[in-house]
């Protein structure tokens, strides 16, 4: 099961690292990279997220 609150320390570290990385205008492979890497890592998190405001959810037993 994925658990985001875990994780959250990292989580708040890599957002930050990407954020740092655009504002510092770091070459636009490099950030790519970056913002590609932190989807990967946290792509669940988006989804959970979303999840409960869709029309079609539904809780199952």
Request: charge should be negative.
């Amino acid at each position: 099961m994925y658990r985001p609150m875990q994780e959250a320390e990292q989580l708040v570290i890599d957002a930050i690292n990407v954020g740092l990385a655009a504002i510092h205008k770091a070459p636009e492979e490099d950030l790519m990279e970056s913002v590609l890497g932190f989807v990967q890592k946290y792509v669940f998190l988006d989804f959970m997220t979303a999840l409960p405001t869709t029309a079609d959810f539904k809780l199952t037993k």
